[in-house]
């Protein structure tokens, strides 16, 4: 008999707001029905909702007042609804919200909701595509590349979500048996349809006898991908001349990549400094223009260096994501164009990768926290999936990131041996890889860390590229500085837990039954959750003491106890002491474990779980005694709150003052060839201030600055108006009001294509309220950070698709981004990026150079300040190709003398300067010449 196929009603709504329990109504109804991976049935309807609808559904959903005002009421629709909902399965992109809504008008209206099961494609999405970045529907559209007419428009989402959902249970067919067996078995707490949908699969995949995949294996129930380990560099036989310093050996190399690879002058130049530097044992400082192809400039000499020396080049970029990239696009470059077999690795932080034992055990706790259970269940498809084990891969939630704590590899306290998936483990096999490498690829943190920390995680190596080395000495200072949140202290109380509840505590009971370090522990929590508290309150007194509008206070600058109170001292003190005394608790323990007990397999997985607890709260106890260290090392420690000055919100945060010290003595002393670069490492044509922040001398250092090749002075203008009110006295609402004015007249020139740099995240705000307002710019779409919703690549990537589009953002906009070609061809820079006078960090560096007689704007402000608008001026022109502007409106660049070092540290760039109609009128010029 064939069975009837199940039935999914898709749904999505849009509503006059977000609140079903007021008054919130429903505008428009949309349904698609789904039987066997098919859709069979369509239906939508907008509904009058006898209210006006909000302006900024309006503006959200583009449901107008005309649009509802003669479509049926809900009560003339509601028997259709019900209809369509008996005998399905309710689907939605975020169900408790249409189902809520749904529920509510059905009983307004004398109705009974049916009881049917429940799916959420958000909640599916987030278990099946763990790596993607978004899960709202429109970034998953645009992810898989689902037909999306008008997002926010019941009809086309619930069109989309559908199709979604297809996608959906096409993915769940495609996993191993093995693997649904283990979701069915963790889904089990969630209380709607998928628990029942992932048993359904199993026994439909039971029947059919699917055999695991060959590039799959199972291992102690738990699917995961088979790995196989590189050769040994010295098992190579590739032998090589060296590096062609020739241009004509180097155009050869170019010959085997074809186009559309260009070999550019200027990227031969830095190929030549690098491979000088490695062989001379020198390090050097190489400025590469925009356009140069750095990456490519230092990845191919490395490459002949490597398999010319014993060790591995290492190279290290700032971010995770640079890192990546790196790894897939740059690595792949250097193979065809060296001919070489290139051992490249990606190399991340223990804490980075999963640990399968602590995993495996921690899958068979019951737990009915939702994120827990979710995220468990993602992993779990994750693993059948990842080769590497890096978490960076996975998109966590806050609950999800929280849990992981507790699955953190954090390497081995007991013998590795003890470890069942020791020949599985990905961390081991990072470090395996990393052994046999030419080039090792990190970035900044680990780097550092691996300089900083007692246990080494990098292979030997003398040589290392620093890419991005405008932010390596502010890694080295985030590296040597701290957060202490009040809530980050009182999570890992909770976690250390009591004796009465479920937690490490109570767990450590069970295995140590008659252990007074146990019981001491216990004492020493219920102390410490005291004097936290006490703290914590003498923290938010010495804070309400100050005006309500502070939300920063300086502690101690440079060393000096600036608002430490004695009282303070005293409450600090005593946190410090209690929370040593865990530590040494926890510290026996544990010693107790590996030495005296024998430990069944889960409580061998505890105890590295504790051993991971305890790495942590080390970490915190160093913490708190630099709040009262008498060291040599320089910090400054500052208070911080929300605007409320609620108690939860307090944090103090740790700023290491002197990365140069360290990093001279530790890092650059101990290497024999770095090599730092960057587009943006001098000031003035001078390296002088990026030396001093890195601790470098003038010996055996080389110097290279390389100029774009880019004809900036065809391709780009600067334009300054000099009409605009001075930035200092004019009141903040006042200026944007004008720059508004002024904004909103280019707008018209340019059709959009605009990057607005703020430093004022106030301004930023102010200057998007008025644009909105502007009759002018109703075709535009105005794209804020912090404002309007997703990340700087969401943003960015809307910002591309728009033909109208301006975009106004701040810190993470200035660097960074990439957007080549038409897309933006006006840069505005608001203002010279200074940093706050108040800020702390900037208000101790300069009270630190008047300590040590020097002019603190000169040495510091200054200096920083230029680096920054030199990258963020290098978003305008990203190829040979670009055309853009320049908007400097800030009129200090100008009027001042400090001014000239801006437009000096730039390539050189016509420069315009006047009122708006001149302006207007170069704009009009440029753009049409």
Known sequence: MKRKPKRYLIVDLETTGNQAARDDRIIQFAAVLVEDKQIVQRFSTFINPLKAIPPFIRELTGIEAKDVADAPLFEDVADTIYALLEGTIFVAHNVQFDWTFLQKEMRRVGLTPPRIPL??????????????????????????????????QADSDAEVTALLFIQLLEKIERLPLALIEKLVAVSAPLKNHLPTLFFEMEMKKTQLKEALSDDLILHRGLVIRKKVLPPHRSQSNEKTAGFPKEESGKLALFERAGAPL???????????????????????????????????????????????????????????????????????????LSGFDV???????????????????????????????????????????????????????????LFWNRLKHTGWYLSEEQDPWLEHDFYRFSLLKAKRADLLIVNHALLLADHFNERKILPDYSVAVIDEAHHFAESA??????????????????????????????????????????????????????????????????????????????????????????????????VAILFREVERHLTKLLEKAKHEAPLKEAESAFIEEVYSFLLDWKKMTREFDLLQDESDEMMTITLESDKNHHVASLKLIGSYMTPEEVLRNQFFSKKESVILTSATLTVNGSFAYLKNELGLTDEDLIEAQIPSPFHYNDQARILIPNDMPQIKGTPVQEYTKVLADYLTDMLQITAGKMLILFTSNEMLRLTNSYLKGRDELAEFMILAQGISSGSVNRLTKQFRQFDKAVLLGTTSFWEGIDIPGEALSCLVIVRLPFAPPDDPYTKAQIELHKMRGENAFQAFSLPQAVLRFKQGFGRLIRRETDRGLVVVFDNRVDTTVFGQTFLNSIPPVPEIKGNKPLLLEEMQDFFWQ
């Open 262 to 336: 260009r070999a550019r002058s200027g990227q031969f130049e830095m190929m030549n400094v690098v491979n000088q530097a490695m062989h001379e044992k020198k390090h050097a400082l190489i400025e590469a223009g925009t356009g140069i192809g750095k990456s490519l400039g230092y990845f191919l000499p490395a490459v002949y260096f490597a398999k010319e020396s014993s060790g591995p080049v290492v190279i290290s970029t700032y971010t995770n994501v640079l890192q990546t990239q790196l790894f897939e696009k740059d690595v792949p470059l250097a193979r065809i």
């Open 119 to 152: 799916l959420d494609t958000v909640e599916l999405a987030r278990i099946l595509y763990p790596e993607v970045d978004s899960y709202k529907l429109q970034d998953l559209g645009d992810e898989f590349e689902l037909q999306h007419d008008n997002p926010h």
């Open 477 to 574: 200072r985030e590296k040597k500085s701290f957060i202490l949140s009040y809530r980050k202290v009182k999570y890992f109380l909770n976690q250390l837990g009591s004796l009465d509840k479920y937690s490490l505590l109570s767990r450590l009971a069970f295995v140590f039954p008659n252990e007074d370090n146990v019981f001491d522990l216990s004492i020493a929590q219920v102390n410490l959750s005291e004097a936290v508290e006490n703290f914590f309150a003498e923290l938010h007194s010495l804070l309400s003491k100050t005006r309500k509008a502070d939300t920063k206070l300086i502690l101690i600058q440079n060393r000096e106890q600036v608002h430490f109170t004695e009282s303070l001292s005293y409450a600090a003190d005593n």
């Open 343 to 401: 051992k490249a690795e990606l190399l991340k932080g223990r804490d980075h990768y999963l640990n399968l034992f602590k995993f495996e055990q921690l899958l068979s706790e019951t737990d009915t926290q939702y994120d827990v259970v979710v995220t468990k269940l993602k992993l779990l498809v994750w693993l059948s999936e990842t080769e590497t084990g890096d978490i960076d891969e996975v998109n966590l939630s806050s609950g999800g990131a």
